[in-house]
């Protein structure tokens, strides 16, 4: 007859196997029905490796070594789905790219493209390959430059790896439209601004064109108003120098303006709009051509048309004209 060994351990009840399994699982309990199954299923096969007498010790240890191991891949495996993990939010939807797809990385999907439409979110690091422009969740846009690299860090705070970004965050917003940039340079802080960031080697320069910035280098901090242009070296040393709201330098910018729905408004809004997007200054030529701005009601679509482009077209539905005079937009009524 073949001997049976009870010394250490070597002979386990069915109690024993299931209280082994209850405290493995105490900490990350799972569904009661999938533990019952498991329960069953390990002292089934517990109860076939004892109907047989003739099984050798060494087999009876290897059994035991891979119960062991079952219990700990289960007990990581529901430690992995019961780990919290932070959802990532929203920053918002690609509303045009001119030229080329969006690409981005992120902690679930390593790498695919975005096209108009597409939403953006907390923890995806994206790249431009032509202009693009993003409706941000909590208001105003963010312009990106062709071959530009964006990290998404928070909901409130992009960091700008290297490229060219446009950020417009309209003073109506208030303190809930905030938008902080960091960069190789220090961090970007605003109230109500539309500023424009540079990343091309070790250089970083701002150009604020409305409101106010401040950045912190790590050393000091560098309030910047509008017309001010902020140009930090290697060295982190940060100079100011005065620089036009207006003209050719902002055109990349106009070309990435959000559509404005003209449908059923006033005149007066709509050259308000304009004017801001081109960084100018709105002056009437007198009180009766800008009474005739504000009673005047438009109707059609500027969809698709950079601001500039479709200021005349507007205009020549009404009575009044328009000029350029440096840094204001002068509209008159016909002599």
């Known amino acids: 007859m073949t001997e049976r060994h009870s010394g250490d351990g070597e002979e386990r009840s069915d109690a ?4 082994a399994l209850t405290d493995a ?46 219990v700990a891949i289960s007990t990581l495996t529901l430690g992995w789905f019961a780990w919290p993990v932070t959802a990532p939010v929203s920053f918002g939807s690609i509303a045009r790219s001119e030229t080329g797809d969006v690409e981005v990385r992120s902690a679930l999907v390593l790498h695919h493209a975005l096209h108009a439409g597409d939403v953006l979110r907390t923890g995806d690091k994206f790249t431009a390959q032509g202009p693009t422009l993003v409706a941000l969740s909590s208001g105003g846009t963010l312009r990106i430059a062709g071959n530009s690299v964006v990290e998404i ?6 960091r700008l790896e290297r490229g060219m970004i ?38 970083v320069r701002v150009r ?22 902020l140009l930090a070296t290697p060295d982190r040393e940060v100079s100011q120098h005065p620089i036009p709201t207006y003209g050719g330098d902002w055109l990349w910018v106009a070309a990435l303006t959000p559509d404005y729905d003209i449908e059923g408004q006033a005149l007066l809004g709509y050259l308000q709009w304009v004017t801001r997007e081109l960084g100018q200054r ?49 509209i008159q009524s016909p002599p």
């Open 16 to 19: 024993e196997v299931d209280s």
């Open 25 to 70: 699982l105490r900490t990350r309990p799972m569904d009661p029905r999938a533990l019952a199954r498991m329960r069953e299923a390990v002292a089934h096969e517990w109860r076939a490796s004892v109907a047989t007498e003739h099984r050798p010790l060494r087999s009876r240890r290897w059994l035991w070594t891979s119960l062991a191991a079952a």
């Open 153 to 158: 860090t928070s909901a409130t705070e992009i």
């Open 166 to 203: 446009y950020v417009d965050k309209p003073p109506a917003l208030g303190g809930s439209g905030r938008l902080r940039v960091l960069t190789q340079a220090g961090l970007l802080e605003h109230l109500g601004t539309a500023f424009e960031v540079l990343s091309e080697g070790q250089k």
């Open 208 to 229: 604020v064109r409305e409101g106010r910035i401040r950045m912190h280098t790590g050393s000091s901090d560098v309030v910047a108003d509008a017309g001010t242009e």
């Open 282 to 330: 709105l002056e009437f030529a007198d009180a009766h051509a800008r009474e005739v701005a504000e009673r005047t009601i438009l109707h059609g679509t500027v969809r698709g048309r950079a601001p500039l482009d479709s200021l005349a077209n507007v205009l020549a539905t009404t009575t009044l004209a328009y000029e350029l005079r440096g840094d204001t937009i002068w």
